[in-house]
């Protein structure tokens, strides 16, 4: 029986990490691959900078996830019916661009079809995570969004690495198709997903839509969010947007800065992701935070000589990477107690408007973060961050002593009314 158990929750976590890895694949090859692409095609950086606008679509994506918590297939699974149809989209919309073989001249349908990509990804990482709330048990939570951190790492070094080496040897159309392949292997994975059937009752409409609200209401998740996740992001996120200006005034080229910061220290996060989570599981989401919290400081001790001028090709990989996985770390722990917090009948609501709140103050991080730089300097602004992380984790760490033994979305539902047939997405 014990057998049985491993072998379950083995091919569970499994189907998340192809469908993390693969709504990942295209956003990396959009955000990394494409631009890089473009800019060889002489795309000029003011229109590359538009590009980016098609992003902000993923931070927004809580505005209609009440729609899938609320819709669904019983007979196909009631997230595996959304899943079947936006993989499906992901996959068409790759293909979509390969008439473009000179996207550089053809800008305007492939940032369209960019941003069509864009939102089908956002919408199927909300049916995805609402699968991972329903499949993931509390012990569990830490490895699958785990995998999670790592997958999106993973998706975007294949996507804007790997691709555009395609590219580059090959040309458009088998890097397009490459991309494509590896995003259906995620429909195939769905197709064979057996969603276990849902229990719970499904509320209507302007009911679902209450869950982005009532979500606050749990035990301790208002200071989570908007005391916690705003230390550590906005902390981490401005010492990190220090990153390539600091890397561009030591003199590194724009390609070393692209490899470097877009896959070399990939990997490690990657790694970090994965350990990371197994490691919530054996010590705790408290542990794990602490360790994430004082890696990322040392880390950004150690970026201190970059700040200043002195950027050696070895020791700044060498930083950079400690960095990243530092902050991987974090963002798991961050990852797990959203989800700690998010309700089996509002799963796709609850743990998007948690995480959509923590890219909101990335965003918002990276603005002041060199606005404070222009201001003070570089090594100010990177002390500043480490004494934000600091608060943030001690923050999280009263947060996990007085709330973490009570959170329990189950004892919290949704808003809902009995179920009245069958809604097909």
Known sequence: ??????????????????????????????????????????????????????????????????????????????????????????????????????????????????????????????????????????????????????????????????????????????AILLLAALTAVGLVVVWRFREPPRVDRVARTSEAYRALLSAFGQPGCRWWTFVVVPLVYVGAGAAYALVTPALVDAGWTLERIGVVTGVVISVPAILAGLLAGTGIGRFGRSGVLVAGGVALAVATVAMLPLLNGHAPLGGTVAVLGCFMAAYTVLNVVLYTVNMDYSRPGSGGTDFTVLSSFGLVCSFVAASIGLAAAAQVGYPAVAVASVVLVAGGVVAGLRHQRRYGGRIRPDDVPAPTVPERGTVVA
């Open 1 to 174: 029986m014990e057998h049985v158990r491993d072998r379950s929750a083995s091919g569970r976590l499994g189907t998340l990490t192809a469908l993390y890895v693969t709504q990942y694949l295209g956003i990396g090859f959009i955000t990394v691959g494409l631009t890089a692409i473009l800019r060889d095609g002489g795309t000029s950086l003011e229109t590359l900078a538009l590009l980016n606008i098609v992003g902000l679509i993923w931070p927004i994506k809580f505005l209609w996830a009440p729609i899938l918590d609320r819709y669904g297939s019983r007979h196909r699974g009631h997230y595996r019916s959304w899943l079947l149809v936006l993989q499906l989209g992901l996959v068409l919309a790759l293909l979509a661009l390969l008439p473009f073989s000179r996207p550089a001249e053809q800008l305007g349908p492939v940032v369209a079809i960019a941003a069509l990509y864009v939102l089908l990804s956002a919408t199927q990482d909300v049916a995805a995570d609402a699968v991972a709330v329903r499949l993931l048990a509390e012990r569990a939570r830490g490895t699958g969004n785990g995998i999670q951190v790592a997958a999106s790492y993973l998706g975007n070094l294949l996507g804007g690495g790997a691709c555009v080496v395609v590219y580059d040897r090959f040309g458009w159309v088998p």
